[in-house]
């Protein structure tokens, strides 16, 4: 389990995020549905790594597609992606 653990590790720092939903839904399906901040983490990394490419229109799309839906009903998470500082 620590190797599917730090495999998944080293995708999300090399920005393969999907890999790393993908590999954690193959570990256990349940786990990002259960928390849904960690799914919200992870879809902000996401958008992330799509500012860095500067790819900014699919960054907004993203964003109201992906984020917005997730989070829109959680104040937490609205509150976690505003006031975090974002590292780019």
């Given at each position: 389990?620590?190797?599917?653990?730090?495999?998944?590790?080293?995708m999300?720092?090399?920005g393969?995020?999907?890999?790393?939903?993908?590999?954690?839904?193959?570990?256990?399906?349940?786990?990002?549905?259960?928390?849904?901040?960690?799914?919200?983490?992870?879809?902000?990394?996401?958008?992330?790594?799509?500012?860095?490419?500067?790819d900014?229109?699919?960054?907004?799309?993203?964003?109201?597609?992906?984020?917005?839906?997730?989070?829109?009903?959680?104040?937490?998470l609205?509150?976690?992606?505003?006031?975090?500082k974002?590292?780019?």
């Open positions: 389990m620590l190797d599917k653990r730090m495999k998944i590790r080293k999300i720092i090399k393969e995020i999907d890999e790393a939903i993908n590999e954690i839904n193959n570990i256990n399906s349940e786990i990002l549905e259960a928390n849904p901040s960690i799914y919200f983490e992870l879809q902000k990394q996401k958008l992330i790594e799509i500012i860095k490419i500067n900014i229109e699919n960054a907004l799309l993203f964003a109201q597609n992906k984020l917005f839906p997730i989070a829109q009903n959680n104040v937490i609205i509150r976690s992606f505003i006031y975090n974002i590292s780019i």
